[in-house]
Structure formats: structure tokens, C-alpha cells
């Protein structure tokens, strides 16, 4: 049996379960039974999960005690997102696995290193760690990170067991099949701007959508269609949804299996720096990217050194800085051609492949 410990929330976002759930339906192709394990966290995906056809074994929400600075936490900075102690949580994990044998534990949780795994090393034969960050210690056979940044073959190098097997890079980026299948067909994007594609993940908690929107309004490009993904269940969807009204080059989009099929389409995309970007690169689509997130702020400036975005700092002139951008992109006829052979050239798509090869 394969197990994924990770975590949704509208604090952490929904990308590290859909990158397992990715993972999970690979295995399951190969024969491989698969179940996850996730705190119940108010935004959490464990419905979604289900629907896709696996098992979830819960962690109510209801030992949550206060972090203090001096816990045995230490310096997580992403410690809070376990929403109780290191020990707490490693402990309702192993009960939850009760005497299951484990062949493969997965962890993509920031809030989790080297110490919770410790414990759960008598439980489960093989340990598999899925990060973006490299600023813990891990005990694992396999460490997954499929970014892009400056020294990514090396900054691993004192966080690993000697004998851990690193894939490292966006060549294991782990996406949907279709990203595979829709890369040969795909091609660079030629001329005028036709199409954007507005997404910022599956929180959007300070709604950046809206803002984006805004100020496409205010340019008065009706000649331009736009494509805008978001959770109704999100606090600012009733608003977006407003501000569409007598727009009719503005389409609205909501539970998406997947976003391939709209990144094929558009010719730019707006949007937040974290697993999309590779999705992005996949399908050679160029992107305006606003940085929400520390995960995403070495990913963004390598995408700003490869010229396959243009990157952007959340601050109080961020609706002039959107602004700026998209004009930029409107006026160089040639910006998008540029980029998008660019982005090509980094993931083709075919990370989970080369990931699974790893795991049989």
C-alpha cells in the first residue's frame, strides 16, 4: 500500500494534494493501491479526493494546540500548517495507519522534516519527500523537488541521507498526462495578444483575480478574450463574478479537471508562481506572474532569467505594476513568440514518467 500525507487549506493552497492525487493515479494505472491521509482544514480537498476514487483516512481538527517560538518546532517557517506539535500529528499518522503495511510513504507538506519522519520510519518501508523549499533536514530514499532555481542540483546536498536518489528539476515535474499529450501539438504563440488566462490558484485569499480583472476592464480591450478560473467557494467569488457582467469576451471557469485545454488556447496567462508555472512551460504559454508565496519567489526569478515571464512583487503598486505588464505584453507583437519558444525548451511534460520509473 502507497500513502500520502498532505495537506489543503485556504492558508496552504490546494497544489500539494492535486500533485499527489497526479502521482497517486499514475500508481493506481500500474496497479498500485493508493490512500491518502489529511488534517480536516477548513478548505481542505478531501471531497475531491475521493471523487477521483481513492480512500482518505481523516485528521480531525480538533487537537490543535498554540506553536510557541521555542517549540520543538524550532525554525519551520511553515510549522503552523500542521495546525498542532510535529509529535501530535506524527502520532494521529500512525494510528490512522494502524498495522497497514506500509510500502511507500509520500510526504508534500512544508510543515513536516526530518523529525516527524524519524518516527514514521518503523511504519513504512520507504520514505518519499516532495519539496520546493530545501531549508529542512529530511530522512527519506527519495526527494522530489521539480524546480527550477538558481543551485537547484546542490542545495540539497546537506539535507539528504547519503544514500537518498534526488530528482531535481522540472524534467520530473509532476503533471497531468494530457500537459504530455497537448506539448507535441502545442505551438508558439505568433502575433497580437488574442487570449489571457487568469488564475491564481485554488485560495486567492488577498483576490488578486479581482484585481487582475479590474484593470483589464480599464484598458477597454473587448477584442481580447479572457479566460478567469476560480473556486466559487472562495470569499471574493460572488465579486469577480459581478464584474463580468456585460462582458461577454469574459468566460468564468470552475472545477476544472484540468487547465491544459486553456493554456493551449490563451496567449498569456496572470497568475501566482507555484506548480502551474511548469504547466506553463509545458505548453509554451509566457506568463505575467505575481509572486504570493515564499515557495514561489526563487521560482519566479528563474522564470524571469530564462525571459519566459514577466515577474511581479505583491506591494502597494502591484495594479499599476499588472498594468504595466499587460500593456507591455499588448504593444511587442513579438514578446509572446519569444517567450513561448523559451518555455518550451524547459518541461516537456513527461516529469511523471520519469518519476514513476524511479518508484518501480
Same mark, same amino acid.
Do not use: W
Given at each position: 500500500m502507497i500513502f500520502f500525507r498532505s495537506d489543503a487549506s485556504s492558508i496552504i493552497g490546494t497544489g500539494h494534494v492535486m500533485r499527489c492525487l497526479t502521482l497517486a493515479k499514475a500508481l493506481r494505472k500500474l496497479g498500485k493501491k493508493c490512500q491518502f491521509i489529511c488534517r480536516d482544514n477548513k478548505g481542505n480537498l478531501i471531497e475531491k479526493i475521493r471523487q477521483e476514487g481513492f480512500d482518505v483516512r481523516v485528521i480531525l481538527d480538533s487537537k490543535r494546540i498554540k506553536l510557541k517560538n521555542n517549540s520543538d518546532n524550532y525554525n519551520l517557517i511553515h510549522a503552523k500548517w500542521l495546525k498542532t506539535s510535529w509529535? $501530535?500529528?506524527?502520532k494521529e499518522t500512525i494510528k490512522?495507519?494502524?498495522?497497514?503495511? $506500509?510500502d511507500l510513504l509520500v510526504i508534500d507538506h512544508y510543515g513536516i522534516d526530518i523529525k516527524w519522519e524519524k518516527k514514521l520510519r518503523l511504519k =513504512?518501508?520507504?520514505?518519499? $519527500?516532495?519539496?520546493?523549499?530545501?531549508?529542512?533536514?529530511?530522512? !527519506? %530514499?527519495?526527494?522530489?523537488d521539480q524546480n527550477l532555481v538558481k543551485n537547484y542540483k546542490t542545495r540539497y546536498k546537506n539535507l539528504l541521507p547519503k544514500k537518498c536518489i534526488?530528482?531535481?528539476?522540472?524534467?520530473?515535474?509532476?503533471? *497531468?498526462?494530457?500537459? *504530455?499529450?497537448?506539448?507535441?501539438?502545442t505551438k508558439s504563440r505568433i502575433g497580437e495578444i488574442k487570449r489571457i488566462l487568469i488564475f @491564481?490558484?485554488? =485560495? %486567492?485569499?488577498?483576490?488578486?483575480?479581482?484585481?487582475?480583472? =479590474?484593470? @483589464?476592464? #480599464?484598458?477597454n480591450r473587448p477584442d481580447i478574450s479572457v479566460d478567469i478560473v476560480i473556486d466559487?467557494?472562495?470569499?471574493?467569488? &460572488?465579486? $469577480?463574478?459581478?464584474?463580468?457582467? *456585460?462582458?461577454?469576451n469574459i468566460t468564468l471557469h470552475n472545477n476544472?479537471?484540468?487547465?491544459? @485545454?486553456?493554456? *493551449?488556447k490563451a496567449d498569456l496567462s496572470i497568475g501566482a508562481g507555484g506548480s502551474t508555472t511548469w504547466e506553463r512551460c509545458c505548453l509554451g504559454l509566457p506568463a505575467i506572474i505575481v509572486v504570493t508565496g515564499l515557495n514561489q519567489k526563487k521560482i519566479a526569478e528563474a522564470m524571469k532569467s530564462n525571459r519566459v515571464a514577466v515577474t511581479l512583487k505583491p506591494n502597494i503598486n502591484l495594479e499599476n505594476d499588472i498594468k504595466k505588464a499587460l500593456r507591455f505584453f499588448m504593444r511587442d507583437k513579438n514578446i509572446c513568440s519569444q517567450m513561448? &519558444? #523559451?518555455? @518550451?525548451?524547459? !518541461?516537456?511534460?513527461?516529469g511523471i514518467n520519469r518519476v514513476i520509473k524511479k518508484l518501480i
Open positions: 509529535q $501530535v500529528d506524527a490512522l495507519l494502524n498495522n497497514d503495511k $506500509v =513504512s518501508n520507504k520514505i518519499m $519527500v516532495i519539496d520546493d523549499l530545501a531549508d529542512r533536514n529530511h530522512d !527519506c %530514499d527519495i526527494l522530489l534526488s530528482l531535481l528539476g522540472p524534467e520530473y515535474a509532476l503533471l *497531468q498526462p494530457e500537459y *504530455q499529450r497537448l506539448h507535441k501539438s @491564481f490558484g485554488g =485560495s %486567492d485569499q488577498n483576490n488578486l483575480t479581482g484585481l487582475t480583472l =479590474s484593470i @483589464f476592464l #480599464k484598458l466559487l467557494k472562495n470569499r471574493y467569488a &460572488k465579486e $469577480v463574478i459581478l464584474m463580468t457582467n *456585460q462582458h461577454p476544472l479537471p484540468s487547465l491544459a @485545454f486553456l493554456m *493551449q513561448s &519558444k #523559451k518555455a @518550451f525548451s524547459i !518541461c516537456d511534460g513527461k
